[in-house]
């Protein structure tokens, strides 16, 4: 797995080639992929919010309780590997329309590779200043969205120019996906999932 992250990161096309020539079941333990990875932002971030914290202004230092953040970070792991899943099974139903050649397992692989830049920058999350991971943040989906446009026509075989098309619709339905988890985020947070800070 340290191999696709690194070859994603530094040789992303010559990374994309190597897993496409992969076997079905390298491929099936590759869907392990962003289990692993998403834990990377989950735990900077757990750490971050509840043993660094943030200031506004001038003020004190801004924290979370453990229990709060522990819960909250937990179910940011499971939405970064709901999401994946998502988005791949989303690729794989697509494919026919753009002649490609996947399955539900390759669609999941080409997401959570895709984002790998999400997870391995997330771990800006230790040391939380805003401005920072604002810009981070733009970095890391610039070069998720980057990797998702070189990954997919070669993974799933088609020409780069429908493979354009292909992943400009993946990105849309990423986008919707998005927007409906800011909506299940602000139902959970009315339900009394929200965040829980401490004076200490």
């Not at 190597?18 to 735990?43: D, F, K, R």
């Amino acid at each position: 797995m340290i191999q696709h992250t690194l070859g994603l990161l530094v040789k992303p096309d010559a990374q994309w080639r190597s897993v496409a020539a992969l076997p079905t079941s390298s491929l099936n333990i590759l869907v392990l992929y962003p289990c692993v990875l998403a834990l990377l932002p989950a735990v900077a971030w757990y750490f971050g919010t509840s043993r660094v914290g943030w200031t506004v202004g001038d003020g004190p230092a801004i924290r979370l309780t453990l229990d709060s953040a522990l819960q909250l970070c937990i179910l940011f792991y499971f939405a970064m590997v709901g999401c994946v899943v998502a988005v791949g099974y989303f690729i794989h139903w697509m494919a026919d329309t753009y002649g490609a050649e996947t399955s539900f397992v390759r669609g999941i692989v080409i997401a959570g590779l895709s984002v790998t830049p999400l997870f391995v920058f997330g771990l800006a999350g230790f040391y939380p200043l805003l401005w920072v991971d604002m810009l981070v943040g733009v970095v890391a989906v610039s070069w998720s969205v980057y990797l998702l446009y070189l990954g997919i026509p070669i993974m799933v075989n088609i020409p780069e120019e429908r493979g354009f098309l292909f992943s400009t619709a993946v990105v849309a339905v990423a986008l919707v996906i998005l927007v409906s988890l800011m909506v299940t985020t602000v139902i959970l947070w009315d339900l009394g999932a929200g965040p829980a800070f401490t004076d200490v």
